[in-house]
């Protein structure tokens, strides 16, 4: 099994701050909400696209 990956990130105080407010309304951490939102755009592309490689 391949190792997680590591991603750092740098956003503006701004979005940060909407950030931490959409993932505790959801129930998720800040990571898991990234986590969350980068896959749901995975899936809305590939629907449109076709799968990804």
């Known amino acids: 099994m391949e190792k997680e990956k590591h991603l750092g990130l740098r956003i503006d105080a701004e ?7 959409l993932a505790e309304f959801e129930g998720r ?22 799968e990804l490689k």
């Not at 979005?15 to 407010?21: A, C, E, F, G, V």
């Not at 990571?31 to 449109?48: D, T």
């Open 29 to 50: 951490s800040i990571n898991g909400e990234v986590l969350y939102l980068i896959r749901q755009a995975i899936i809305e592309f590939e629907n449109k696209h076709g």
């Open 15 to 21: 979005t940060h701050k909407k950030l931490k407010s």
